[in-house]
């Protein structure tokens, strides 16, 4: 009896080894062009990691999740992302990106590069599936050698909405007041820090896509104010990220000239 519990121990101990946090990473795909992981995942964009050899078996599980990703494109354009990934890093480019054209895997982003580990998402599989997204950078999916569509569907629509839901508020102590909203030329940020300290500010649109990057800027502890131009920015719909040393604030803003 005794020998039985250990061993129930040592299995449920095994399947919640794997982080409900991404790892980040920063490295080049295969054609140069350099990822962030965690900025990626901040600008609202969900990724699915996808390890393959390549090999035979894991063509039917990474076509499905791909078909998944894609059903997404029109009602969430370029929001979900899938990044098919070598193992263990030892399969060129080359080889990785031909075995994606044989099988239709086309609009995907390719890396072979030690830097994305899949043993940070606990075991291993052929292929391994991770879905990863919000500001949170949680994992809403992680299955190995066989994908469930429900399941992976379901994972992704709650990515995206859980980061609609965060960037509608505050995600930290206090709201940011927007003034004035709709902005012309100029917009301020005013908020309360609990602490001085220093902020980060990246403007995003409404596909998740960093279109401005006005700077670092000192706080204060109490009410602070920070004011940026909005005279190169398109009418339309973008989101504030306030990067603090002890979190992260998101606001709306309206931009009408």
Not at 32 to 40: A, D, I, P, Q, T
Not at 41 to 52: E, P, Q, T
Not at 122 to 135: A, D, E, F, I, L
Not at 183 to 193: D, E, G, H, I, K
Request: with cysteine; aromatic share 10%.
């Amino acid at each position: 009896m005794k020998a039985k519990l250990i061993i129930l121990i040592i299995l449920l101990a095994s399947f919640g080894a794997f982080s409900q946090t991404a790892t980040n990473f920063i490295c080049d795909d295969c054609t140069g062009v350099s990822h962030n992981l965690f900025n990626e995942l901040d600008a609202g964009k969900v990724v699915i990691l996808c390890w393959v050899m390549p090999c035979a078996s894991c063509i039917g599980p990474t076509k499905t999740t791909y078909n998944v990703a894609q059903s997404f494109s029109t009602s969430y354009p370029d929001r979900v992302k899938m990044y098919i990934c070598d193992d263990y890093a030892n399969t060129n480019c080359s080889s990785l990106n031909s075995w994606c054209v044989q099988n239709g895997l086309t609009n995907t982003t390719k890396f072979s590069n030690a830097a994305i580990k899949m043993d940070d998402y606990g075991s291993t599989g052929m292929p391994k599936v991770v879905v990863v997204g919000n500001y949170t950078h949680h994992v809403y999916y992680n299955a190995n050698n066989t994908v469930n569509i429900n399941s992976l569907t379901n994972a992704i629509t709650s990515a995206l909405e859980d980061f609609s839901v965060s960037v509608s508020g505050p995600v930290m102590e206090n709201d940011i007041q927007i003034f004035p909203n709709p902005a012309y030329n100029q917009v301020s940020l005013n908020f309360t820090s609990e602490q001085s300290g220093s902020c980060e500010l990246t403007i995003f649109n409404n596909s998740g896509v960093q279109v401005a990057q006005p700077g670092s800027f000192n706080l204060k502890q109490g009410e602070n104010t920070i004011s940026v131009s909005t005279r190169d920015l398109k009418n339309g719909l973008y989101f504030a990220h306030l990067k603090t040393d002890t979190g992260m604030k998101q606001a709306k803003i309206v931009v009408s000239h």
